[in-house]
């Protein structure tokens, strides 16, 4: 019976290299490895966060749970945006500098009433995306060289323009500070179930596989995907400075280095790969709060360092971090290849892979010593030990009965035996 005809027969070695190139059968990624870590940070995060409430001092003390959610809010934006670029190949190093201009804008466009503020923050922010999605997608820029670009130009334009003007809005109310938080995260819950499909990691696979500078064919991808990350960075920048009402109308503008570098440290520590495409779930939103958590538990504490330091940290840890998600999701290629053909038709008309020759053999010597035949005295691989004799089998001759004469009598016809009377003794 015929089931396909033979142009649909694919070998195992094609399949194999289909796997290998990030297409359609490129197997799924090992989102245990994402779950267990992700399950750690909770429970790391959970515990200093305990260790920070029962302190007597520092931030936490001083402001409670308003003042560190209005912290929270900006930075998982932040680490959202980051993650956001690194997942399409084309880190974000900008973000920084993005919540800079945004801030600047809003709090130099407060005096216009709140809508035009957030116009101009948020319409920065997403110009500067097109601008640098621009550049990474379409001129194929490394994305930490056309970021870096971009970054450069704002803080050499924020260090001509001065300060912005005197903010005059009043301070974002606690019901808004939680809408933020809660969107923010939300946002990044999302990303990551989105980015958890098989479907949409194999998309993104050709991003990933594809050295730097030379085309893909997903620069859709990564132009939404910047332009996503640079919109959460204004926001950021705009939750940041509405957050923090400046004393005297003096305007409070946030560092872009280290909301870099923070934003950086959480997304990595989170368990986004920095080779792109790989990610979790809920990480974002537990390194965020883990690292937050640290650096004011560092202050409270009044350790002998700077607390930056702990987000340079979780930079580096974050490295080992994409070590450990790259080598878990290393798939056989053998498990890949069987995987892909299960339940295949083809398997049931291949051939046994097993070597049958010798078996074919041996039937062969049978079945001509049983006719009589010569195999065993002329076959191949057979042990000769003497003249009649063929791998430890004697050679049978013509007559088995003639060998000693002993049985001469039975060899007569039966019409011999009783026509001679005297053969018998009668």
């Known amino acids: 019976m015929k089931f396909d005809s033979p142009s649909q027969e694919r070998d195992s070695t094609t399949q194999m290299s289909a796997v290998s190139e990030g297409g359609g059968e490129a197997p ?26 029962r302190s007597s001092s520092g931030p936490f003390a001083e402001g409670g749970w308003s003042a560190f959610s209005a912290a929270l809010a900006p930075v998982l934006m932040l680490a959202c945006a980051m993650s956001v670029s690194l997942r399409v190949g084309a880190v974000n190093l900008a973000v920084g500098p993005i919540a800079l201009l945004s801030a600047w804008l809003f709090t ?26 621009t550049l990474t997608a379409w001129l194929r820029a490394p994305g930490w060289a056309a970021s870096g670009a971009v970054g450069g130009a ?26 933020a938080l809660a969107g923010a995260a939300g946002i990044s819950l999302f990303l990551g179930l989105v980015g958890a499909f098989a479907g949409v990691r194999s998309r993104l696979a050709p991003i990933r596989d594809t050295p730097v500078g030379e085309r893909h064919g997903r620069g859709g991808l990564v132009f939404l995907g910047l332009l996503i990350s640079s919109s959460l960075a204004g926001a950021a920048g705009v939750v940041a400075a509405w957050t923090s009402v400046p004393d005297a ?78 080598a878990m999701n290393q798939v056989d290629e053998n498990e890949a290849a069987s995987a892909s053909r299960a339940g295949s038709v083809d398997d049931l008309r291949e051939e046994d892979p097993r070597d049958t020759g010798s078996y074919e053999r041996y039937d062969e010597d049978l079945a001509d010593l049983g006719s009589g035949g010569e195999s065993w005295s002329t076959g191949t691989g057979g042990i000769r030990t003497g003249a009649n004799t063929t791998g430890g089998i004697p050679k049978q001759p013509a007559d088995p009965f003639g060998a ?14 009783f026509d001679n009377d005297r053969r018998y003794g009668r």
Request: net charge negative; glycine share 18%; aromatic share 8%.
């Open 108 to 133: 130099d466009a407060s005096g216009s009433g709140t809508a035009m503020a957030l116009a101009f923050g948020l319409g920065a922010a997403a110009f500067t995306g097109i601008v640098l999605a």
């Open 154 to 179: 704002i803080g050499l334009w924020a260090g001509t323009q001065g300060g912005p003007g005197a903010f005059s809005l009043s301070e974002l109310p606690q019901t808004g500070v939680l809408a």
């Open 404 to 417: 000693s004469g002993a049985f001469d009598d039975l060899r007569d016809g039966y019409g011999t035996r």
């Open 249 to 326: 109308g003096a305007a409070g503008l946030p560092d872009p280095i280290l909301l870099t570098v923070l934003a950086l440290g959480a997304a990595l520590l989170g368990g986004t790969s920095l080779v792109g495409r790989r990610g979790g779930v809920c990480g974002t939103v537990f390194a965020s709060l883990l690292v937050l958590a640290m650096m004011w538990l560092a202050e409270a504490r009044g350790w002998s360092f700077d607390p930056s330091w702990i987000a340079l940290s979780a930079i580096v840890a974050g490295f080992l971090v994409t070590r450990l998600v790259e």
């Open 28 to 53: 799924a990624d090992r989102m245990a490895v994402h779950v267990v870590w992700e399950i750690g940070l909770l429970l790391l995060g959970g515990g200093v966060l305990f260790a920070l409430t």
